[in-house]
RNA sequence: GCGGCGGUGGCGGAAUGGUAGACGCGGCGGCCUCAAAAGCCGCUGGGCGAAAGCUCGUGAGGGUUCGAGUCCCUCCCGCCGUACCA
């Protein structure tokens, strides 16, 4: 080897040539054309283009990569497309700062990006390629907001909106956390206004039930359920006499209606004050509630806060007894929540027991965990009804609560009911950058849908980018102004835009037939695809996008433009990339690109490095002298496959190898297939462990390169290669044509022969109770009754055997013998 | 509070109930060299021992088992999500 001692792995010059074949060749394009082979579609989140790609992408696309090349040369027909989630406030907020248009900003970092994908190697179908803000695309999102609108499923109302007061928009639910705006981080207000809603609450159902169907980790389909919020229950009726009004509440434990000592209404409840009026109460009820909703949401949900509240001065009468209970009003119940008004069972609920406590109220307990038990309250748990009523009064509480129920719904004072979480989906945004909504407003004829051949409604240009409390396109007016589609009346075009969620509710779906300009895709090219076989991305888009995605594909499927019921068939959530323990950002100062170590070692290097750092779906720390390490791998593979030079490749027989260095490395060769194929297999993405395997290939092949043959050497070069591929496929590439003079992605998986998986002899493990005493090669055959007599042979095991008494001998062949002694 | 994930050498991490620490980093030693870099080869959990070997060791404590990092119970710690949801 000193001869090749001064050659020099060169990522610089081999990366860009393959890259420039892939190109020239469209090798990864794929046609829409069944051929036989099994359809599959794997999918990254799409990036959002702002500036230049991170980490973050990067760990991404050589994930969904590996999966691809693995999936094509396992004899798929391997979809894997790109593209651009490019409306959003990044882009329109440096438009203000700097008066840059949106789209030339878009456009400068889809190109840093274009340009990074291909210098990473990543293996796409680039004649699907679209960014969501292009018109060729948008057109069809509004065409879906118009399905969903015809349908009712999209629809306008007035309502409790948040409003973040920096961004200058509305927020849905979804973008609030802990009162606070998603991006800005301000404190958010709520404000009356008139938006335009997705009716998701219609499926929230469907939603939590098909969570079962998919191959999602256990964690999202968590967050996914508890976002959802199903709980079941009744609504059970209390009457105001003084009044003549019903108050509806809802409960998930009317079996403890019996206790119920008090009735809580939310400061933001539309009676409360009308209720209060003319009592002795008035002024502190309008104090308290004036108080109330002056303190943010984040100070009136701070956990360990004090329960507060004020009596109405007023009561309510509990249907199932007939008891007068006092009504309060308190910041505790919540009027997003249920009905907004509450009965109070101090007893049994937590929060309604240090409310009691604190202003004195009567704790009934009507549920006892035993029959003549002493509990403490509040007692949450299950038990048997106790202070309740003849009827009731010992029977299991779950018993007892459907009989209830039963009872009430008869006397029309209450039923069954089951209360979600889930809010309507707000999409209409008070900004520029993003989807105009296709409707225009007419005196006469309301909220009229704009004519499909009228689509799109382009985004007009603005000088002035910055909300004033209204979108910037309510500035131009002659935009706005039109005509009304029914009447030909003047009318005034929707100056809101869509949330950018809307955008990427539906962009997989596009893939499928990217070029199509009839139909946002051909319902028989996307069934197809769909759905995505394996879908890939960050686990921040747990709630937002991936339960936005979902509802899509359901309401798309039931107005019967898809078969497809879920968008992803399979979910993997990668971890994150850490600098020094630390999310890496601008403030911290922490913030490494990809391009300083493409750059500096080649994209193979830096792909492979960041699947090598550990289990994908955990964090990893980002370490220089990590990468320097793959480096030297991907390095000595090349080398090797220098060294080898360019021959027959195929792997010698059992029994045929010319010396023990053809055979060990002939079966290591087989052992790493073995491995690196069942590490990629089934969804385990155990990269790690696959390259690490790879880098044992190559280790052994140096170990053995002074004795084996040559053929040997050049088939442990080219396996190498061909494994590595799907993590660093320039260089396998070179190292696979090096050794064989074939293309390494042309040729199929490599089989494990199961004959090369064993040896004639193994390591055989000798113990004494349970404890290593030597370590024997014994031959593969050997009956139990060899294995034992060999263990029993080893002096080391006697030496322990020694005076003692053997009861007991466990034999587990191909593995262990283990004596156990008394 | 609740839900989820995790705790293994100096570090990142491997281990279908069967040799704990694969692979990589770092460290030590050797070869090559005038010297270095690069490269190549080897060693590298702690303690005792000249060695053979013995012994301890996967957050803590119990249990099941011939055998436990892995399974069960009780705790402790860390991270993530979520939270007055009736």
């Given at each position: 080897?000193?001869?090749?001692?001064?050659?020099?792995?060169?990522?610089?010059?081999?990366?860009?040539?393959?890259?420039?074949?892939?190109?020239?060749?469209?090798?990864?394009?794929?046609?829409?054309?069944?051929?036989?082979?099994?359809?599959?579609?794997?999918?990254?989140?799409?990036?959002?283009?702002?500036?230049?790609?991170?980490?973050?992408?990067?760990?991404?696309?050589?994930?969904?990569?590996?999966?691809?090349?693995?999936?094509?040369?396992?004899?798929?027909?391997?979809?894997?497309?790109?593209?651009?989630?490019?409306?959003?406030?990044?882009?329109?907020?440096?438009?203000?700062?700097?008066?840059?248009?949106?789209?030339?900003?878009?456009?400068?970092?889809?190109?840093?990006?274009?340009?990074?994908?291909?210098?990473?190697?990543?293996?796409?179908?680039?004649?699907?390629?679209?960014?969501?803000?292009?018109?060729?695309?948008?057109?069809?999102?509004?065409?879906?907001?118009?399905?969903?609108?015809?349908?009712?499923?999209?629809?306008?109302?007035?309502?409790?909106?948040?409003?973040?007061?920096?961004?200058?928009?509305?927020?849905?639910?979804?973008?609030?956390?802990?009162?606070?705006?998603?991006?800005?981080?301000?404190?958010?207000?709520?404000?009356?206004?008139?938006?335009?809603?997705?009716?998701?609450?219609?499926?929230?159902?469907?939603?939590?039930?098909?969570?079962?169907?998919?191959?999602?980790?256990?964690?999202?389909?968590?967050?996914?359920?508890?976002?959802?919020?199903?709980?079941?229950?009744?609504?059970?009726?209390?009457?105001?006499?003084?009044?003549?009004?019903?108050?509806?509440?809802?409960?998930?434990?009317?079996?403890?209606?019996?206790?119920?000592?008090?009735?809580?209404?939310?400061?933001?409840?539309?009676?409360?004050?009308?209720?209060?009026?003319?009592?002795?109460?008035?002024?502190?009820?309008?104090?308290?509630?004036?108080?109330?909703?002056?303190?943010?949401?984040?100070?009136?949900?701070?956990?360990?806060?004090?329960?507060?509240?004020?009596?109405?001065?007023?009561?309510?009468?509990?249907?199932?007894?007939?008891?007068?209970?006092?009504?309060?009003?308190?910041?505790?119940?919540?009027?997003?929540?249920?009905?907004?008004?509450?009965?109070?069972?101090?007893?049994?609920?937590?929060?309604?027991?240090?409310?009691?406590?604190?202003?004195?109220?009567?704790?009934?307990?009507?549920?006892?965990?035993?029959?003549?038990?002493?509990?403490?309250?509040?007692?949450?748990?299950?038990?048997?009804?106790?202070?309740?009523?003849?009827?009731?009064?010992?029977?299991?509480?779950?018993?007892?609560?459907?009989?209830?129920?039963?009872?009430?719904?008869?006397?029309?004072?209450?039923?069954?009911?089951?209360?979600?979480?889930?809010?309507?989906?707000?999409?209409?945004?008070?900004?520029?950058?993003?989807?105009?909504?296709?409707?225009?407003?007419?005196?006469?004829?309301?909220?009229?849908?704009?004519?499909?051949?009228?689509?799109?409604?382009?985004?007009?240009?603005?000088?002035?980018?910055?909300?004033?409390?209204?979108?910037?396109?309510?500035?131009?007016?002659?935009?706005?102004?039109?005509?009304?589609?029914?009447?030909?009346?003047?009318?005034?075009?929707?100056?809101?835009?869509?949330?950018?969620?809307?955008?990427?509710?539906?962009?997989?779906?596009?893939?499928?037939?990217?070029?199509?300009?009839?139909?946002?895709?051909?319902?028989?090219?996307?069934?197809?695809?769909?759905?995505?076989?394996?879908?890939?991305?960050?686990?921040?888009?747990?709630?937002?996008?991936?339960?936005?995605?979902?509802?899509?594909?359901?309401?798309?499927?039931?107005?019967?433009?898809?078969?497809?019921?879920?968008?992803?068939?399979?979910?993997?959530?990668?971890?994150?990339?850490?600098?020094?323990?630390?999310?890496?950002?601008?403030?911290?100062?922490?913030?490494?690109?990809?391009?300083?170590?493409?750059?500096?070692?080649?994209?193979?290097?830096?792909?492979c490095?960041?699947?090598f750092?550990?289990?994908?779906?955990?964090?990893?720390?980002?370490?220089?002298?990590?990468?320097?390490g793959v480096?030297r791998f991907l390095?000595r593979l090349?080398?090797?496959?220098?060294?080898?030079?360019?021959?027959?490749?195929?792997?010698?027989?059992?029994?045929?190898?010319?010396?023990?260095?053809?055979?060990?490395?002939?079966?290591?060769?087989?052992?790493a297939?073995?491995?690196?194929?069942?590490?990629?297999?089934?969804?385990?993405?155990?990269?790690?462990t696959a390259i690490s395997a790879v880098m044992e290939l190559v280790n052994e092949?140096?170990?053995?390169?002074?004795?084996?043959?040559?053929?040997?050497?050049?088939?442990?070069?080219?396996?190498g290669?061909?494994l590595i591929?799907?993590?660093?496929?320039?260089?396998?590439?070179?190292?696979?044509?090096?050794?064989?003079?074939?293309?390494?992605?042309?040729?199929?998986?490599?089989?494990?022969?199961?004959?090369?998986?064993?040896?004639?002899?193994?390591?055989?493990?000798?113990?004494?109770?349970?404890?290593?005493?030597?370590?024997?090669?014994?031959?593969?055959?050997?009956?139990?009754?060899?294995?034992?007599?060999?263990?029993?042979?080893?002096?080391?095991?006697?030496?322990?055997?020694?005076?003692?008494?053997?009861?007991?001998?466990?034999?587990?062949?191909?593995?262990?013998?283990?004596?156990?002694?008394?």
């Open positions: 080897m000193s001869d090749l001692r001064e050659l020099r792995y060169e990522p610089k010059a081999i990366e860009p040539k393959w890259q420039q074949v892939w190109a020239d060749e469209h090798t990864w394009e794929v046609s829409n054309e069944d051929d036989g082979r099994e359809a599959y579609y794997v999918l990254e989140m799409l990036p959002y283009p702002s500036g230049e790609p991170h980490m973050g992408h990067l760990k991404n696309y050589a994930l969904g990569d590996a999966v691809a090349h693995f999936s094509r040369r396992s004899g798929k027909r391997v979809l894997h497309p790109m593209g651009y989630d490019a409306f959003g406030l990044p882009a329109e907020n440096n438009a203000i700062k700097t008066g840059v248009h949106p789209r030339d900003a878009t456009a400068a970092s889809i190109a840093s990006f274009q340009r990074q994908f291909r210098e990473w190697g990543i293996s796409i179908d680039w004649t699907r390629e679209f960014g969501t803000h292009e018109p060729r695309y948008y057109r069809w999102t509004q065409w879906l907001f118009l399905q969903l609108f015809k349908r009712g499923l999209a629809y306008k109302r007035e309502g409790s909106v948040n409003w973040d007061p920096v961004e200058e928009t509305v927020l849905a639910n979804e973008q609030v956390i802990d009162g606070r705006g998603e991006r800005s981080g301000a404190l958010v207000e709520i404000r009356q206004l008139e938006q335009w809603y997705f009716r998701i609450t219609d499926y929230a159902d469907r939603l939590l039930d098909d969570l079962d169907k998919i191959q999602w980790p256990d964690h999202v389909k968590t967050m996914q359920r508890n976002w959802i919020g199903r709980s079941v229950g009744a609504h059970v009726t209390f009457r105001n006499e003084e009044l003549g009004k019903d108050y509806e509440v809802f409960t998930t434990r009317p079996d403890t209606l019996f206790g119920a000592t008090f009735f809580v209404m939310s400061p933001e409840h539309p009676d409360v004050l009308a209720l209060a009026e003319g009592t002795s109460q008035e002024e502190a009820v309008r104090d308290y509630v004036r108080r109330a909703l002056l303190e943010s949401n984040e100070d009136r949900g701070a956990a360990d806060k004090a329960k507060t509240g004020v009596p109405l001065g007023r009561s309510v009468v509990n249907p199932v007894n007939g008891e007068a209970i006092p009504m309060y009003v308190a910041d505790y119940v919540l009027m997003e929540y249920g009905t907004g008004a509450i009965m109070a069972v101090p007893a049994h609920d937590e929060r309604d027991f240090e409310f009691a406590t604190v202003h004195g109220l009567p704790i009934r307990q009507v549920i006892a965990s035993a029959p003549g038990a002493e509990d403490e309250l509040p007692l949450s748990a299950d038990g048997v009804l106790v202070n309740s009523d003849a009827r009731f009064d010992g029977k299991p509480n779950r018993e007892a609560l459907e009989q209830i129920v039963a009872w009430l719904d008869g006397e029309g004072r209450g039923r069954r009911a089951i209360n979600y979480r889930l809010r309507d989906w707000l999409v209409s945004r008070q900004r520029y950058w993003g989807c105009p909504i296709p409707i225009v407003y007419c005196e006469q004829h309301g909220a009229v849908a704009v004519p499909e051949d009228q689509l799109p409604v382009e985004l007009p240009d603005v000088t002035d980018y910055k909300p004033r409390g209204r979108s910037p396109l309510a500035a131009v007016e002659e935009w706005v102004a039109t005509t009304c589609p029914e009447c030909g009346g003047p009318a005034r075009r929707e100056t809101d835009t869509m949330d950018t969620f809307v955008d990427s509710s539906w962009y997989f779906l596009r893939y499928t037939d990217a070029s199509n300009d009839t139909a946002p895709w051909d319902r028989a090219v996307a069934d197809s695809w769909m759905p995505v076989d394996q879908y890939i991305g960050g686990v921040e888009h747990a709630i937002l996008h991936l339960l936005y995605a979902r509802f899509f594909t359901k309401a798309f499927h039931d107005i019967g433009l898809l078969s497809a019921d879920e968008p992803f068939q399979a979910l993997f959530t990668q971890g994150m990339i850490t600098r020094d323990g630390a999310k890496m950002s601008k403030s911290k100062g922490n913030v490494i690109a990809p391009s300083a170590y493409v750059d500096r070692y080649g994209a193979d290097t830096a792909r490095y960041i699947l750092i550990g289990p994908p779906d955990q964090d990893a720390d980002w370490s220089d002298e990590g990468v320097e480096h390095a090349w080398r090797l496959g220098i060294e080898v030079g360019r021959g027959p490749a195929d792997s010698p027989h059992a029994g045929d190898f010319a010396n023990d260095a053809d055979a060990v490395l002939t079966r290591k060769a087989h052992w297939i073995d491995k690196v194929t069942h590490d990629l297999g089934d969804r385990r993405f155990a990269f790690n092949a140096y170990r053995q390169r002074e004795s084996a043959s040559p053929e040997v050497l050049r088939f442990a070069a080219a396996t290669a061909s591929f799907p993590f660093a496929p320039h260089t396998a590439s070179e190292v696979y044509e090096n050794a064989t003079g074939a293309r390494v992605w042309e040729t199929p998986w490599p089989a494990a022969d199961p004959a090369m998986l064993v040896a004639d002899t193994f390591e055989l493990v000798a113990q004494v109770n349970g404890k290593v005493r030597d370590r024997l090669t014994a031959p593969a055959d050997a009956s139990r009754e060899d294995l034992e007599a060999l263990a029993r042979s080893a002096p080391n095991v006697q030496a322990h055997l020694e005076g003692r008494q053997v009861v007991k001998v466990i034999v587990v062949p191909g593995k262990l013998v283990n004596i156990v002694v008394r």
